[in-house]
């Protein structure tokens, strides 16, 4: 089984993962069917619970 798959990584803060998420639907989904998983990219603060936030990641893969 041959698995495909495109990570897209950004380091801004000012997209969401909906922005993402619509630009690989828009673009790769739309030819070549497959799924998309994404989520928010963060630096765990020292001696805290909080997370810096520092992007977006987004995956689209299909398994052939």
Known sequence: ?????????????GLSKTV????LNL??????SGHI???E???QMQN???KL???IYARWEKER
Not at 27 to 32: E, G, H, I, W
């Open 53 to 55: 936030p520092c992007g």
């Open 27 to 32: 673009t790769v989904n739309k030819k070549y």
């Open 1 to 13: 089984m041959n698995q495909f798959y495109l990570l897209v990584n950004t380091h801004s803060t």
């Open 20 to 23: 993402i998420e619509n630009v």
């Open 37 to 39: 998983s994404s989520d």
């Open 48 to 50: 805290s619970e909080l």
């Open 41 to 43: 990219l963060g630096i």
